[in-house]
């Protein structure tokens, strides 16, 4: 998890480093030659929870062995093993990206009633993903 904590502590010092050229920039060209605040703090607090991140991930990657990713030495096959399973043809995703969509669609027109139905419609199909192959225990 080194290597991730280093992308978010880069995009931390980027966002930092262009909010500063961000203040020069606005400061010079405005009409009224004030800085414009709300982009200065946009992209200071995006340099903020960018940084938070980074420091979460490298406080957890001190407490667990390191994985491949982070050895130097380490081979491709290092990292080999079972990732888990993987549903061949499930079509559960598509009614969960049907009805997240039909969420968004209701947020966006501010329709309730049909923000309820997407809700139910995504649960309905959050349970049929992660219960497709739950089978109940057989009894004798």
């Known amino acids: 998890m080194k290597v991730e904590a280093r992308i978010f502590y880069l995009v931390a010092a980027f ?8 203040w020069v920039m606005t400061a010079l060209f405005a009409t009224d030659q004030k800085a414009e605040p709300v982009g200065i ?3 200071l607090l995006t340099g903020g ?3 938070l991140a980074g420091s979460y991930l490298q406080f957890v990657s001190r407490r667990i062995e390191p994985r491949p990713e982070d050895r130097e030495d380490a081979e491709v096959s290092d990292g080999a ?3 888990g399973f993987f549903s ?3 079509y559960w995703p598509i ?5 997240a969509a039909l969420a968004g669609l209701a947020l966006a027109f501010f329709h309730i009633w049909l923000l309820v139905m997407a ?9 049929g993903l992660v ?5 109940a225990p057989e009894h004798d």
């Open 131 to 135: 219960f497709e192959y739950h089978t």
């Open 88 to 90: 061949p043809g499930s």
């Open 41 to 43: 703090v946009a992209l």
């Open 15 to 22: 966002a930092v480093v262009m909010s500063a050229i961000y």
């Open 49 to 51: 929870l960018a940084f």
């Open 95 to 99: 009614g969960l990206a049907a009805s």
């Open 119 to 127: 809700v139910v419609a995504l649960l309905i199909t959050i349970g």
């Open 81 to 83: 093993g079972e990732l």
